[in-house]
């Protein structure tokens, strides 16, 4: 709730998930209402205050599932190993809707953008494995000094040798992110109907460090990069760049 208020208090935006037991009130008389009582039809698009103490004012967003996903969900509460949870009534029953709290306005996103949105969150968790898995960035810091070089002289190179490596590779994600990752997503889209997946991409470029080096530019090695790091064309899910795309209506040219 303090981070939500922080943003919201320099004109920002957030969309998150609803916490079950975060106190909810009237926008208006400021008298607490359960969520049962909210949760009454199948869409439902509120302005609210959150939090007991904050009394954030923010948009409440719930879309009822399917059946055959709530129950899903309800059966996997039912078994939580966790045995001191002891769901309530209306915990169980909340978990037929898909609920959103955020402060973007109804002008900006309707609650059917709400869902695409928040269902490309996954895309932050990728950039992250890409760039510390696929990259491996673990490999570039250098190991402490043995066990008898543990003077404070030691300690002190130890510590500097760290931070250029972490620092470097920063520089290098940042010159990677926006200069190669973005201008290839665009040109391999727009001339291959093909998108590229980040995760390959960056295992390409650690294998193949070399070989880019040497280029000149990064297009010398364009179609290459089209055919071994673009997503399979048999995947039955969307991708997050094409959820991207349908949310902002990107068009091939």
């Known amino acids: 709730m303090k981070a939500f208020k922080a943003i919201d208090s320099v004109k920002a935006f957030f969309l998150s998930r609803y916490r079950y037991g975060v106190n909810i009130y009237d926008a208006k008389t400021e008298e607490q209402i359960p969520i049962s009582k909210i949760l009454n039809k199948d869409?439902?698009?509120?302005?609210?205050?959150?939090?007991?103490?904050?009394?954030?004012?923010?948009?409440?967003?719930?879309?009822?599932?399917?059946?055959?996903?709530?129950?899903e969900r309800r059966r996997k509460a039912k078994n939580d190993r966790d045995k001191r949870l002891n769901h309530s009534n209306e915990y169980m029953e909340s978990l037929s809707w898909s609920i959103f709290v955020t402060n973007?306005?109804?002008?900006?996103?309707?609650?059917?953008?709400?869902?695409?949105?928040?269902?490309?969150r996954w895309h932050i968790e990728i950039i992250f494995k890409g760039w510390k898995s696929h990259f491996n960035i673990a490999t570039l810091v250098p190991p402490p000094p043995k066990s008898n070089q543990k003077q404070k002289k030691y300690l002190e190179q130890y510590k500097y040798r760290i931070d250029s490596a972490i620092f470097m590779m920063l520089i290098f994600i940042i010159l990677f992110q926006i200069h190669v990752y973005t201008s290839l997503v665009f040109r391999v889209f727009n001339k291959y109907n093909k998108q590229i997946s980040l995760l390959k991409l960056c295992s390409y470029l650690a294998t193949h460090k070399l070989?880019?080096?040497?280029?000149?530019?990064i297009e010398e090695l364009e179609t290459e990069i089209a055919y071994y790091t673009t997503f399979e064309k048999r995947r039955k899910r969307n991708n997050h760049l094409e959820l991207f795309m349908k949310i902002f209506d990107y068009q091939r040219i």
Do not use: M, N
Request: charged content about 30%.
């Open 104 to 120: 973007i306005d109804k002008q900006v996103w309707c609650h059917e953008k709400i869902i695409q949105a928040y269902k490309i």
């Open 43 to 71: 869409i439902v698009d509120i302005e609210v205050l959150i939090g007991a103490s904050e009394k954030l004012k923010c948009r409440l967003v719930a879309v009822k599932l399917p059946e055959h996903i709530a129950a």
């Open 211 to 217: 070989r880019i080096f040497s280029c000149e530019t």
